[in-house]
């Protein structure tokens, strides 16, 4: 009988398709998946660390193996993976009491198979266990990804970063930014398309600081309109763009291109320029306005979403009313807010005192996601009576007749129909709206 894997994801879309393409290699290796621990003989968990509490999730997870182990005597072998694994290395195999038995970097996922391999023998030597590589290569092979999403799939175009925002922990736990060759993207997004992927999600730390290694002259804008000419694919996400890499070209280039999705990720942090400068970020609320500004211009039908971060060290009262105008200026379709929280290694987290106390973080964070709900409410409001194009990516898990996608904007809409529709655009009325998402009917292309 083959042996059965788990692997448990937390975190960003990197390591969602980093386990992705760790599912491919223990496939590769003669591995069948299961969705339980107890059914499972290797048990990975891919670990972030960009918040505090996405670390601690994972020693809540390993005290439940333990617990497993003492009351059920199943003991796999349990592989940690990602941001905390590359950040803590050996230290998690102390902290974990002997629960985690390999410790695998972000750069050294293709070795996975073989370190389970080794764990699982008796004589096992915990130290040849772990391997937080930083290697170069960012090249992996064709074919083997194991793709959870039956219409989207990502393909990373960049791997690290050398922004070094001083809250971010990123260019420790991924290494420095390394371009994809433009030919492996492409041979990906073709290899996508023909399994039946009808979209494709480019990921990089900066997207928009693509440069092809082979062929300087294809920035992200080249390669966007390389990925556009593939047949089967149908639409285009990408994330995340910084702010500071947009062009005149790029924006055309958008406007120009109906397969890429009306949708930007246009990470702020905070609307206080002196926050920004702390957070070293390098561009400032003026500038940043004034590329929405630039943005709506050329794409009026275009949804922006944020990352906020409040409670920054130094983020006062005023500084943080600074960052509530800007979301009442912007208006995003949706955002990601945390209460900042120190990262190991960080300049925040040597040089800048975490002096906003938790409580106030709390009081923040409470009054900006309010007001954000209060706007996505109403984006979502003025929806109700029109008709919109959308992908169908998933069947309701509450009901069996009920399937969900979403707009090029990027906003969800649920109607009643058969999962038969997942990969289909269905052109749809809506007759509802929340502040997550719009229900309707679908029109003219529904079977
Ligand atoms: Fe982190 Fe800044 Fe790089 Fe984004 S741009 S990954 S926030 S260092």
């Not at 505090?52 to 003991?75: C, F, N, P, V, W």
């Not at 709390?362 to 003025?382: D, F, K």
């Amino acid at each position: 009988m083959a042996k059965k894997y788990l692997i448990e994801t937390f975190g960003c879309q990197m390591n969602v398709h980093d386990s992705e393409r760790m599912a491919g290699l223990l496939e590769q290796a003669g591995f069948e998946a299961t969705d339980e621990a107890a059914d499972a003989d290797v048990v990975v968990i891919n670990t972030c660390s960009v918040r505090e509490r996405a670390e601690e999730k994972l020693y809540t997870r390993l005290g439940e193996l333990r617990i497993m182990a003492s009351e059920q005597g199943h003991d796999p072998v349990v592989a940690i993976a990602g941001c905390v694994a590359q950040q803590e290395g050996e230290a998690i195999f102390k902290r974990s009491a002997g629960v985690a038995d390999v410790v695998i970097g972000t750069q050294a996922i293709r070795r996975l198979p073989m370190l389970v391999e080794q764990a699982a023998r008796p004589d096992a030597d915990r130290l040849s266990l772990i391997d937080l590589n930083p290697y170069d290569d960012v090249t992996f092979p064709l074919g083997v990804t194991r793709r959870a999403d039956p219409v989207k799939a990502y393909v990373t175009i960049i791997e690290g970063c050398n922004e070094f925002c001083s809250f971010c922990v990123v260019p420790y736990t991924r290494g420095h930014e390394r371009m994809r060759p433009k030919a492996d993207i492409l041979a990906e997004v073709r290899e996508a398309a023909d399994s039946g992927h009808p979209e494709v999600q480019l990921l990089g730390q900066i997207v928009n600081h693509y440069e092809a290694p082979e062929d300087p002259a294809c920035d992200f804008t080249g390669l966007l309109e390389a990925v556009h000419e593939v047949p089967g694919i149908e639409r285009i996400r990408f994330a995340s763009p910084h702010p500071r890499h947009f062009t005149r070209r790029f924006l055309e280039a958008m406007r120009a291109l109906p397969k890429i999705c009306r949708h930007l990720h246009l990470p702020v942090q905070s609307g206080s320029t002196r926050v920004l400068e702390s957070m070293r970020r390098r561009y400032t609320r003026e500038s940043y306005l004034d590329l929405v500004d630039r943005i709506r211009e050329s794409l009026p039908d275009v949804a922006l979403s944020t990352d906020m971060i409040v409670g920054f060290p130094g983020e006062t009262e005023r500084a943080f009313g600074e960052t509530l105008s800007l979301v009442e200026h912007v208006r995003y379709h949706s955002m990601f807010s945390f209460k900042y929280s120190p990262r190991p290694n960080t300049l925040a987290d040597k040089r800048l005192p975490d002096g906003v106390p938790e409580d106030e973080k709390t009081r923040r964070i409470v009054a900006l996601q309010a007001a954000q709900r209060a706007i996505q409410s109403e984006l979502n409001a003025a929806l109700v009576g029109t008709q919109v194009d959308v992908l169908v990516d998933a069947a309701s898990r509450r009901r069996d007749t009920e399937v969900s996608g979403r707009t090029s904007q990027n906003v969800v809409v649920n109607m009643p129909g058969p999962a038969a529709w997942i990969g289909r655009t269905i052109t749809v009325a809506v007759e509802r709206a929340g502040a997550h998402s719009v229900w309707g009917q679908a029109g003219r292309y529904a079977d």
